[in-house]
């Protein structure tokens, strides 16, 4: 089956450093790639969605000059965290969509400790 | 616009007792839905999905989910817990118009005790 491959599943950081989260589709060309934040105990909360060649579409409330996305390739997007503080700290998850259907991959996740 | 809400947060059944976790949405038109599952410190799992074929779906590990339109209800149901099921569990709907945008629930805990 299809698979996503998000890269690192853990990363700890000082405040004011920025730091990279990668998501890679594996065996499929992901036309449309998602991210989301998933805080303590709570659900997943859409962050952005990109699209392949093009900007992301920012949730409301989401700063899209501090969560960067780049979605340069069929199979490649990445969120980088500009200037992390401990707020950050979160779970983060991408998924990935094909143009085909409308199931969604998901990686596994990126841990994010800011200290 | 798309909405759901499971109705639980907290579910805790007895290893080899019945499993039922409650979904209801919202939707304008019809929607696809999906059950998630997240265990601790990994990432989402699909256990199934409903796209308009069968309004009862089988899923992995022994789940399923019945679809039910005139109660706009897409609850998760096993017939027997094991401990390995004790996890996060997510229902979702798609956010339509073929976006793939989708649309989590809140997560309701499973606790599965001896």
């Known amino acids: 089956g299809a698979v996503v491959s998000q890269h690192p599943s853990w990363v700890i950081c000082k405040s004011g450093t920025s730091v990279k989260i990668e998501c890679r589709s594996l065996d499929f060309q992901a036309t449309t790639m998602f991210w989301y934040r998933q805080f303590p105990k709570q659900s997943l909360m859409l962050m952005a969605t990109s699209n392949e060649g093009s900007k992301a579409t920012y949730e409301q409330g989401v700063e899209k000059d501090k969560f960067l996305i780049n979605h340069a390739s069929l199979t490649l997007s990445t969120l980088t965290v500009t200037s992390a503080h401990p707020e950050d700290s979160s779970f983060y998850i991408c998924s990935a969509r094909d143009s085909l259907g409308l199931k969604a991959f998901f990686g596994q996740g990126t841990r994010l400790t800011v200290v | 616009a798309q909405s759901v809400t499971q109705l639980d947060s907290h579910v805790s059944v007895s290893e080899g007792t019945p499993v039922l976790l409650r979904c209801n949405y919202s939707s304008s038109y019809s929607p696809s839905l999906f059950w998630y599952v997240q265990h601790p410190n990994k990432g989402l799992q699909l256990l199934l999905k409903?796209?308009?074929?069968?309004?009862l779906v089988k899923g992995i590990n022994g789940f399923e989910a019945e679809f039910k339109k005139s109660e706009t209800s897409f609850h998760l149901t096993k017939p027997s817990a094991h401990m390995s099921d004790a996890a996060e569990y997510f229902c979702v709907v798609s956010g339509g118009s073929n976006t793939g945008k989708l649309i989590f629930g809140q997560g309701t805990t499973l606790q599965v005790k001896p």
């Open positions: 409903y796209t308009s074929a069968a309004t």
